[in-house]
Structure formats: structure tokens, C-alpha cells
């Protein structure tokens, strides 16, 4: 459990937690894997959410399996991409994040993950907490803890 101090700390800037769905890089289910392949290379990020028509989030695909898909028994076959969609290799296990964030939880999923998707009650795509932004409130707290508090080591 979270001491309340360290907790209230850590959540000072929680607003900034959440990258908004308007500003993050996402595909859509129904989009090729050539697609897919030019949208991961471009941006530079290994894993993207993934989103139906109604703009809920289905689940998350990674460069590593769309590439998987270019192989075939032995050679590199890129045309191994022609007619295969994101909902084909998407990755739908997965734990995303409800507002308000449940802070413990994301820190363990965070542990394994560099982004936790954020839905709504309909499991609308609202954004995703990162690491990063869970790493600076951390930097916050080791800053200001002692400032704020007297801390008293037993």
C-alpha cells in the first residue's frame, strides 16, 4: 500500500499524467499492416493502441509483430504484409487504465509496460498514462519530500 504522504506527493501533478487521445499515435483495426509498418517506423514508437470505428480501444500492436509477419519459413518476405490487418497481430490481452487512475496499479503495470491505455466506463480511448510521466512525479517526490515533510527514519 501507498503511504497518504508519498501518495498525495506523487499525485500533485496527476493532471499531467494523461497523454490526451488527440495526441497520441494510434491505428485502427482495419488498417493494413503495410500501413501499420509505415505508421510504427515513422513515428519511432514500438507499440501503438489500437481502435475500433467507434473509437474504443481493441487492443495494441508493436513493430516486432507486424515485422514477425514478414518472415516467412526462410526468407524475408515483405509481401507477406498484402491483405493482413492490425486486428490479424494485435495484441488484446491487455489492462488498461480507467479515470481516476488507481495509482497502485498503474505503478505495477508500469513496471512492465512504457504505456498504460486510459478508456472510459464505454472503453473510449481517452489517451495513456507513460512511464515518463510517472517517472517525473517520482522525481517530484525524491525533490520535495523533505522539504515538504519531516521525515523521521526509525
Known amino acids: ?3 497518504s504522504t508519498v501518495k498525495k506527493l506523487l499525485l500533485e501533478n ?3 499524467f494523461l497523454i ?3 495526441n497520441v499515435a494510434t491505428l485502427n483495426e482495419i488498417n493494413s499492416l503495410e500501413h501499420a509498418l509505415l505508421v510504427l517506423t515513422k513515428i519511432g514508437y514500438s507499440r501503438v493502441p489500437v481502435l475500433n470505428k467507434e473509437e474504443q480501444l481493441v487492443g495494441l500492436v508493436s513493430l516486432s509483430q507486424v515485422v514477425d509477419q514478414m518472415f ?4 524475408f518476405e515483405p509481401q507477406n ?3 493482413k490487418k492490425v486486428s490479424d497481430v494485435m495484441d488484446t490481452n491487455m489492462s488498461p487504465a480507467q479515470l481516476p487512475i488507481d495509482l497502485e496499479k498503474t505503478l505495477h503495470l508500469l513496471v512492465d509496460n512504457n504505456f ?3 478508456v472510459d466506463e464505454n472503453n ?11 517517472l517525473k512525479a517520482v522525481n517530484h517526490l525524491a525533490h520535495e519530500l523533505e522539504t515538504e515533510y519531516n521525515v523521521m527514519m526509525k
Request: glycine share 14%; net charge negative; charged share 25%.
Open 1 to 3: 500500500m501507498i503511504g
Open 14 to 16: 496527476e493532471a499531467d
Open 20 to 22: 490526451s487521445a488527440e
Open 72 to 75: 516467412g519459413m526462410e526468407d
Open 81 to 83: 504484409l498484402s491483405g
Open 116 to 118: 498504460i491505455p486510459v
Open 124 to 134: 473510449q480511448f481517452m489517451g495513456i498514462i507513460t512511464r515518463k510521466e510517472i
